[in-house]
């Protein structure tokens, strides 16, 4: 069963993990690939999922942690995290970065993305994989309009609606899409 993980996440407000947690019980994935772990709310959605689908699945879950100059978390805070919830036989963490693995990546049949997405990494991501199920943080019009995606100039995800033909599972702020692939 779902709980609302208790860890600080722009995902939180609306409670967008349970989302997540609905789209990969549906999708049944064996591999999941994270990036973008922050303190661990994503990884949390995701690995509940995984343990409920007791398909020996697992999510390997990456963040670049203090090699990011702004807001991140620790890997020991969010492996902590794990075993305090008893998730830890579900996740695998590593430090990596999206565009050093996209070069050489995991086979995966799911992809969960976000690093301070915008459009430019949403079409890199998309173009990299086609016919992969691509779940991502944004998409809506409102997502577009987040103060630093209008400071510095971002290229909003919006109008890359039709194009890539994703769907937004969730538009509550800060809103989650996810790209189909083809079976
Ligand atoms: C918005 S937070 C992730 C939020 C998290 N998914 C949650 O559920 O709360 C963005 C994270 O992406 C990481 N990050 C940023 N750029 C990255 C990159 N190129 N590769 C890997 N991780 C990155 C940052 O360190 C940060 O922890």
Redesign the pocket.
Known sequence: MYQQPD??????KNDL?KSIYDIVIELNPKVVI??????????L?ISQALRDLDNGGKVIA????E??K????TMEEVTELLKRNNLQDFVELRY????E?IENPDEFDLL?I???NDGDILKLVSESFKNKNILF?GGSKERDKEWWMIKYDRKPMYPLMEKINYEIINSDWPSISLIRGVK
């Not at 860890?7 to 939180?12: A, F, K, L, N, T």
């Not at 994270?34 to 990884?43: A, C, P, Q, R």
């Not at 702004?70 to 978390?73: I, L």
């Open positions: 860890v600080e996440s722009s995902y939180d993990g994270e990036f973008g772990i922050l303190h661990g709310y994503s990884t959605a990456y963040d670049l942690f090699n990011y702004y807001r991140h978390g990596g970065n999206l565009y693995w969960h976000d690093i301070a943080e």
